[in-house]
């Protein structure tokens, strides 16, 4: 029978870039395709934290079928990979423990330690767990409970015995085609301002629907032109977009072509040069802030620093119901915001390798409120 072909998630920090680059080689050329979330330089000390919480989020989403994660010693990985709900992800130093990991526990992301493991050895265990498949019955009911205890802990019941209250946050890749394809134009250097504008504006309508699918709705008696009937609207839900000065802007015209009677507030802040810490320099929220629903905009999410001030000005105001809408995601900025914000989601139509020295997405799109408004 022929072999299963996967499409598979690779990170890896910078001890472990080495043999992440020759076994994406190895399974191209098993004719897999491969997802590479970085690291993408070895001769730049990174933290496993960052590679290993966006390969885990890539299988999560079900961008890929399975990941494997390779550190110095694999034990990082693993630890990081496993804080992502449906994760399962085993670190594996022989061919038994990557035939059990499959076979017995349904493992989707393999975890190797690159300075444990001798290359042809590494290779040899992720044929074998690529190619084992699970054996159900009693090991299908032991996942299960894994899965069920897992459910259980993110309940408001079972949360309410520990001292955080809030169910953690998730990061939505939304990898839409008609996104993916404006994504593009936003990243070219030749787009002008106007069109960048426009596909910024395109990009934020077709975000929106997947943020706000959990809205409650409600059944209203219409007449139609043939007879009355019952459908269905929003449940008297009170929306708000608040932008994150300047670029957060090209977000709102966007979403309020959709959610036309949504409020909108405004928070100023800049990033100091020299420290990258964010600075406070205006807020204008509407009145209700707290009984409504907030989608928080601002198109990249670097450090994290802006969009976490922003939400701590929310909740200052009382706000509770917070989804941050961003184009573009680094792993260090995703890990930054759910530290300090572990119950706002995140919906990123990418997420991108890393952050360079000036702390600049990678490969990003520039400085989005520059390209936004024709200024450097």
């Not at 190895?26 to 395709?33: C, D, P, Q, V």
């Not at 596909?199 to 709705?217: C, D, G, H, M, Y």
Request: charged share 25%; with cysteine; glycine share 8%.
């Amino acid at each position: 029978m022929e072999e299963e072909k996967l499409k598979i998630a690779l990170g890896a920090d910078h001890a472990g870039f080495a043999l992440k680059e020759t076994i994406k080689t190895y399974l191209l050329e098993k004719g897999h395709e491969t997802i590479d979330c970085g690291t993408m330089n070895e001769n730049m000390s990174t933290d496993y934290p960052d590679w290993g919480f966006k390969t885990a989020m890539a299988v999560a989403n079900n961008e890929a079928d399975r990941g494997i994660l390779i550190c110095g010693t694999g034990i990082g990985m693993s630890m990081v990979a496993n804080k992502v709900k449906g994760i399962r992800a085993t670190l594996c130093h022989d061919h038994y423990t990557a035939q059990m990991s499959r076979k017995h526990n349904n493992s989707n992301i393999l975890v190797l330690g690159s300075r444990v493991t001798p290359l042809d050895l590494a290779l040899e265990i992720t044929e074998i767990w690529l190619t084992t498949d699970f054996d159900y019955g009693k090991h299908e009911i032991r996942v299960e409970k894994i899965n069920k205890l897992e459910r259980e802990c993110h309940t408001e019941s079972s949360m309410s015995s520990c001292s955080c209250k809030t169910t953690p946050g998730k990061t939505f890749v939304v990898d839409h085609p008609l996104i993916q394809h404006k994504l593009s134009l936003l990243r070219d250097k030749n787009t002008s301002s106007k069109d960048f504008r426009d596909a910024l504006q395109e990009i934020s309508t077709l975000l929106v629907f997947p943020a706000t699918k959990n809205l409650s709705l409600e059944k209203v008696e219409v007449e139609t032109p043939i007879e009355k009937t019952e459908t269905l609207a929003l449940s008297g839900k009170k929306l708000a977009i608040v932008a994150v000065l300047r670029a957060g802007l090209g977000m709102v015209d966007g979403i309020l072509r959709v959610i036309p009677n949504a409020k909108v507030g405004h928070i100023g802040l800049y990033r100091d040069p020299e420290t990258l810490q964010p600075v406070d320099y205006y807020c204008k929220l509407p009145g209700d802030i707290s009984e409504r629903d907030i989608l928080l905009v601002d198109p990249m999410l670097a450090t994290g620093g802006s969009a976490s001030s922003a939400a701590d000005h929310l909740k200052k105001e009382g706000a509770k119901r917070i989804m941050l809408l961003s184009l573009l995601a680094a792993p260090e900025g995703i890990a930054h915001f759910h530290e300090k914000h572990p119950d706002i989601d995140i919906y990123v139509a990418a997420i991108d390798s890393h952050l360079n020295k000036n702390g600049y997405i990678v490969p990003g799109l520039g400085d989005a409120g520059d390209r936004l408004f024709g200024t450097k």
